[in-house]
C-alpha cells in the first residue's frame, strides 16, 4: 500500500484514512474529514492491484470486511461510511451534517441509507465481479436507476438547496459519490432533475472538489484534474 498526506500537520499521529481514490464510501467520508476540517493522512488500499489489496493480511487485520473506508481515529479504528461520519459528527459536530430537528435527522438517515444500502452496494465492485464481465453495465445501470427512481421522488419532497433543506448533511455526502458512480456507468440523468440540481450545488463546494477522486494521492495520472 502506498500512503499519500492529506494535510497531515503531524505524520504518524493524526488521523488515517484507509481509501481508494474511486470508492463512494471512501469520498463520502473524506467529504467530511474536509467539511469538519480535520487534518489526517490518507493510506491508499488499491483494489484492483496485486488481486486487491483489501484481501491483504495488513488490512484484514485492520478491517476484516476487507472494504474501504477505515479510518483510525481516537484510538480506534472504525469501518464503514456511515458509522464513521456519525461518530466524526457526535465527537466534533461543527459544521452539523446531522439536524436538529428530528424529522429532518430521519429524513437524512432515509436519504442516507436509500444510497448505501439501496443502490450502491449493487453496482459495487465485488458485486459486479460476480454477474460478468458482459452484465456488469447493465447490472450497474438497472440498479442505479432504480434506487434513483425512488431517490428523486423522495428527493422532491425533502430538499431545498440540498438533499434536506438548505444545510449540507450526511445525506449529500452520500449523494454526490452516488451521481459520480452513475455517470461512469453512463446512466441517463435527465430524469432526474432534482438529483442533477442536488448534485451541481455541491461539487461547487470546496470540500467535495478538494476529496474528489480525481484530486487523491493515489488518482492515477491519466485521471487527474
Not at 63 to 70: E, F, G
Not at 90 to 101: C, F, G, K, M, N
Not at 158 to 185: H, I, K, W
Request: charged share 20%; hydrophobic share 40%.
Amino acid at each position: 500500500m502506498q500512503v499519500g498526506k492529506v494535510c497531515a500537520a503531524y505524520p504518524g499521529q493524526g488521523p488515517i484514512l484507509y481509501s481508494y481514490f474511486r470508492s463512494s464510501c471512501s469520498w463520502r467520508v473524506r467529504i467530511a474529514l474536509a467539511l469538519k476540517n480535520i487534518d489526517y493522512e490518507t493510506v491508499a488500499v488499491n483494489l484492483i492491484k496485486d488481486g486487491g489489496q483489501q484481501f491483504s493480511e495488513e488490512f484484514q487485520a485492520l478491517n476484516p470486511m476487507k472494504q474501504v473506508p477505515a479510518l483510525k481515529i481516537d484510538g480506534i479504528t472504525i469501518g464503514q461510511s456511515l458509522a464513521i461520519i456519525e461518530y466524526l459528527e457526535e465527537t466534533r459536530p461543527t459544521p452539523r451534517l446531522l439536524p436538529r430537528d428530528p424529522k429532518q435527522r430521519a429524513q437524512v438517515r432515509m436519504v442516507s441509507d436509500l444510497i448505501t444500502s439501496g443502490i450502491q452496494p449493487l453496482q459495487n465492485l465485488s458485486v459486479l465481479k460476480q454477474v460478468g464481465q458482459e452484465n456488469q453495465l447493465t447490472w450497474a445501470q438497472q440498479a442505479i436507476t432504480s434506487g434513483f427512481n425512488a431517490l428523486e421522488q423522495i428527493l422532491q419532497s425533502t430538499a431545498g438547496r440540498y438533499c434536506v433543506g438548505d444545510e449540507v448533511s450526511m445525506a449529500d455526502l452520500c449523494l454526490a459519490p452516488q451521481v459520480a458512480n452513475a455517470d461512469r456507468f453512463k446512466v441517463d440523468l435527465t430524469p432526474y432533475p432534482t438529483i442533477s440540481r442536488i448534485n451541481k450545488s455541491l461539487l461547487a463546494l470546496e470540500a467535495f472538489h478538494v476529496s474528489h477522486p480525481c484530486r487523491q494521492p493515489d488518482t492515477p495520472p491519466e485521471l487527474r484534474a
